[in-house]
Protein backbone atom coordinates (compact mmCIF):
# COMPACT_ATOMS: atom_id res chain seq x y z
CA UNK A 1 0.00 0.00 0.00
CA UNK A 2 1.27 3.37 -1.15
CA UNK A 3 1.89 6.24 1.46
CA UNK A 4 -0.77 8.95 1.48
CA UNK A 5 -0.14 12.48 1.56
CA UNK A 6 -3.05 14.92 2.99
CA UNK A 7 -2.56 17.91 1.75
CA UNK A 8 -4.15 21.55 2.33
CA UNK A 9 -4.40 24.20 -0.88
CA UNK A 10 -4.96 27.85 0.73
CA UNK A 11 -1.19 28.98 1.40
CA UNK A 12 0.37 25.64 0.94
CA UNK A 13 -0.55 24.89 -3.01
CA UNK A 14 -1.62 28.73 -4.10
CA UNK A 15 -1.41 32.34 -2.53
CA UNK A 16 -4.82 33.29 -1.07
CA UNK A 17 -4.78 36.05 1.12
CA UNK A 18 -2.23 38.65 -0.90
CA UNK A 19 -4.81 37.89 -3.60
CA UNK A 20 -8.14 38.15 -1.62
CA UNK A 21 -6.42 41.46 0.11
CA UNK A 22 -6.22 42.93 -3.20
CA UNK A 23 -9.93 42.17 -4.16
CA UNK A 24 -10.92 43.39 -0.86
CA UNK A 25 -9.21 46.66 -1.37
CA UNK A 26 -10.27 47.11 -5.43
CA UNK A 27 -13.59 45.84 -4.98
CA UNK A 28 -14.77 46.57 -1.64
CA UNK A 29 -12.76 49.75 -0.31
CA UNK A 30 -11.10 47.58 2.74
CA UNK A 31 -7.54 47.51 3.93
CA UNK A 32 -6.66 43.79 4.77
CA UNK A 33 -3.88 43.02 7.28
CA UNK A 34 -3.36 39.82 8.66
CA UNK A 35 0.04 40.20 9.75
CA UNK A 36 -0.91 39.88 13.72
CA UNK A 37 -2.45 36.75 12.42
CA UNK A 38 -6.00 37.73 13.84
CA UNK A 39 -8.79 37.35 11.75
CA UNK A 40 -11.72 39.24 13.66
CA UNK A 41 -9.40 42.55 13.08
CA UNK A 42 -7.74 41.64 9.35
CA UNK A 43 -10.55 43.59 7.66
CA UNK A 44 -11.28 47.75 8.08
CA UNK A 45 -13.09 49.63 5.87
CA UNK A 46 -11.97 52.69 4.94
CA UNK A 47 -15.32 54.71 5.99
CA UNK A 48 -14.10 53.93 9.80
CA UNK A 49 -16.90 51.32 10.16
CA UNK A 50 -16.49 48.32 12.08
CA UNK A 51 -17.60 44.81 10.43
CA UNK A 52 -19.30 42.25 11.93
CA UNK A 53 -17.98 37.96 11.63
CA UNK A 54 -20.77 37.61 9.43
CA UNK A 55 -19.99 40.16 7.13
CA UNK A 56 -16.25 39.35 7.42
CA UNK A 57 -17.07 35.47 6.58
CA UNK A 58 -19.75 37.36 3.54
CA UNK A 59 -16.99 38.66 2.43
CA UNK A 60 -14.82 34.93 1.78
CA UNK A 61 -18.15 33.37 0.49
CA UNK A 62 -17.78 36.54 -2.13
CA UNK A 63 -13.72 35.31 -2.93
CA UNK A 64 -14.90 31.60 -3.62
CA UNK A 65 -15.47 30.71 -5.96
CA UNK A 66 -16.06 33.95 -7.80
CA UNK A 67 -12.72 35.33 -7.47
CA UNK A 68 -10.65 32.02 -7.06
CA UNK A 69 -8.94 32.83 -10.17
CA UNK A 70 -6.70 35.74 -8.99
CA UNK A 71 -4.67 32.66 -7.19
CA UNK A 72 -1.27 32.33 -7.70
CA UNK A 73 1.13 28.85 -7.78
CA UNK A 74 3.30 28.39 -4.76
CA UNK A 75 7.05 28.08 -6.00
CA UNK A 76 8.12 24.85 -6.39
CA UNK A 77 5.01 23.22 -5.73
CA UNK A 78 3.68 21.69 -8.87
CA UNK A 79 6.70 19.92 -9.01
CA UNK A 80 6.95 18.79 -5.43
CA UNK A 81 3.63 17.12 -5.38
CA UNK A 82 4.25 15.84 -8.96
CA UNK A 83 7.71 13.88 -7.51
CA UNK A 84 5.99 12.44 -4.34
CA UNK A 85 3.20 10.97 -6.78
CA UNK A 86 5.64 9.04 -8.31
CA UNK A 87 5.86 7.28 -4.47
CA UNK A 88 2.25 8.19 -2.88
CA UNK A 89 -0.93 8.66 -3.15
CA UNK A 90 -2.25 12.63 -2.75
CA UNK A 91 -5.60 13.66 -1.48
CA UNK A 92 -6.37 17.68 -1.43
CA UNK A 93 -8.04 18.48 2.07
CA UNK A 94 -9.30 21.73 1.36
CA UNK A 95 -11.69 24.11 3.83
CA UNK A 96 -14.11 25.35 1.39
CA UNK A 97 -18.22 25.05 1.04
CA UNK A 98 -18.93 21.91 -0.22
CA UNK A 99 -20.37 23.65 -3.81
CA UNK A 100 -16.84 24.65 -3.96
CA UNK A 101 -15.51 21.37 -4.85
CA UNK A 102 -15.88 21.32 -8.52
CA UNK A 103 -14.22 25.17 -8.70
CA UNK A 104 -11.55 24.20 -6.45
CA UNK A 105 -10.67 20.41 -8.84
CA UNK A 106 -10.59 23.23 -12.09
CA UNK A 107 -8.55 25.72 -10.27
CA UNK A 108 -5.85 23.02 -9.32
CA UNK A 109 -5.75 21.15 -12.62
CA UNK A 110 -5.20 24.54 -14.13
CA UNK A 111 -2.10 24.95 -12.05
CA UNK A 112 -0.72 21.49 -13.05
CA UNK A 113 -2.39 19.86 -10.21
CA UNK A 114 -4.39 16.94 -10.50
CA UNK A 115 -5.32 14.74 -7.49
CA UNK A 116 -8.60 13.93 -5.50
CA UNK A 117 -10.17 16.90 -4.00
CA UNK A 118 -12.18 16.92 -0.52
CA UNK A 119 -13.78 20.21 0.86
CA UNK A 120 -14.29 20.08 4.49
CA UNK A 121 -15.89 22.73 7.11
CA UNK A 122 -14.51 22.53 10.15
CA UNK A 123 -11.73 20.98 12.14
CA UNK A 124 -9.86 18.09 10.03
CA UNK A 125 -9.10 16.01 12.24
CA UNK A 126 -11.84 13.59 11.41
CA UNK A 127 -11.70 13.83 8.01
CA UNK A 128 -7.85 13.21 8.08
CA UNK A 129 -8.81 9.88 10.54
CA UNK A 130 -11.23 9.18 7.56
CA UNK A 131 -9.12 8.81 4.81
CA UNK A 132 -6.02 7.30 6.71
CA UNK A 133 -8.68 4.65 7.10
CA UNK A 134 -9.82 4.09 3.87
CA UNK A 135 -6.23 3.86 2.45
CA UNK A 136 -4.87 1.87 4.93
CA UNK A 137 -1.52 3.56 4.37
CA UNK A 138 0.91 2.92 6.57
CA UNK A 139 2.69 6.46 6.63
CA UNK A 140 0.41 9.40 6.29
CA UNK A 141 1.67 13.25 6.23
CA UNK A 142 -0.75 16.03 6.54
CA UNK A 143 0.33 19.56 5.46
CA UNK A 144 -1.78 22.50 6.37
CA UNK A 145 -1.09 26.27 7.38
CA UNK A 146 -3.36 26.56 10.53
CA UNK A 147 -2.44 25.72 14.10
CA UNK A 148 -5.62 24.46 15.03
CA UNK A 149 -6.09 21.62 12.27
CA UNK A 150 -2.42 20.03 13.38
CA UNK A 151 -4.17 20.10 16.89
CA UNK A 152 -7.24 18.56 15.30
CA UNK A 153 -5.55 15.97 13.24
CA UNK A 154 -3.25 14.65 16.51
CA UNK A 155 -5.87 14.24 18.44
CA UNK A 156 -8.09 12.22 15.84
CA UNK A 157 -5.27 10.88 14.31
CA UNK A 158 -1.88 10.94 16.13
CA UNK A 159 -0.30 8.48 14.00
CA UNK A 160 0.11 10.74 10.91
CA UNK A 161 3.12 12.86 10.35
CA UNK A 162 2.21 16.83 10.45
CA UNK A 163 4.23 19.71 8.69
CA UNK A 164 2.89 23.19 9.26
CA UNK A 165 3.82 24.89 6.36
CA UNK A 166 2.95 28.98 5.51
CA UNK A 167 3.58 29.37 1.88
CA UNK A 168 2.67 33.32 1.99
CA UNK A 169 6.05 35.30 2.76
CA UNK A 170 4.68 38.26 4.61
CA UNK A 171 2.35 36.08 6.65
CA UNK A 172 5.03 33.43 8.02
CA UNK A 173 6.81 35.40 9.82
CA UNK A 174 4.28 36.70 11.86
CA UNK A 175 3.04 32.86 12.37
CA UNK A 176 4.81 30.67 15.23
CA UNK A 177 5.88 27.02 14.37
CA UNK A 178 2.16 25.24 15.46
CA UNK A 179 3.04 23.30 18.68
CA UNK A 180 1.26 20.25 17.23
CA UNK A 181 3.17 19.81 14.27
CA UNK A 182 6.17 17.76 14.25
CA UNK A 183 7.88 20.14 11.78
CA UNK A 184 7.56 23.63 10.48
CA UNK A 185 8.83 24.30 6.59
CA UNK A 186 7.58 27.05 4.62
CA UNK A 187 9.91 26.11 1.02
CA UNK A 188 8.08 23.40 -0.89
CA UNK A 189 11.76 21.99 -1.85
CA UNK A 190 12.70 21.23 1.75
CA UNK A 191 8.97 19.90 2.57
CA UNK A 192 9.87 17.69 -0.37
CA UNK A 193 13.09 16.00 1.14
CA UNK A 194 11.35 15.87 4.49
CA UNK A 195 8.11 14.34 3.35
CA UNK A 196 9.89 11.83 1.09
CA UNK A 197 12.28 10.73 4.21
CA UNK A 198 9.12 10.23 6.24
CA UNK A 199 7.62 7.77 2.96
CA UNK A 200 10.86 6.09 3.14
CA UNK A 201 11.26 5.21 6.67
CA UNK A 202 7.69 3.37 6.27
CA UNK A 203 7.02 3.99 10.43
CA UNK A 204 4.06 5.85 11.80
CA UNK A 205 4.43 9.51 13.32
CA UNK A 206 5.66 9.88 17.39
CA UNK A 207 4.09 11.28 19.56
CA UNK A 208 4.41 14.62 20.09
CA UNK A 209 4.98 16.08 23.80
CA UNK A 210 3.37 19.56 24.81
CA UNK A 211 5.50 21.48 23.16
CA UNK A 212 5.83 20.00 20.51
CA UNK A 213 9.02 18.51 20.88
CA UNK A 214 8.75 14.35 19.97
CA UNK A 215 9.36 11.69 22.87
Known amino acids: MKPLLICDC ?9 HFGAWLDEAHDIEFDLSHGDWSRA ?5 GSRLTPDAMWGYLDGFFPGEMGRQTLVPHARDALASL ?9 TNLQDHCRDHRIVQL ?3 GIAH ?21 AGVTVFIDDLPQHHESVARAAPGVFRLHMVSEPA ?4 VPAASH ?18 FADGVPAPALAPTGETR
Open 171 to 174: LAAH
Open 10 to 18: DEVLLHMVR
Open 43 to 47: MRPRD
Open 116 to 136: RVECNQGGKGTPVARLVEEHG
Open 181 to 198: AHARIDDWREARRWIAAR
Open 109 to 111: ESH
Open 85 to 93: AEIADIVIL
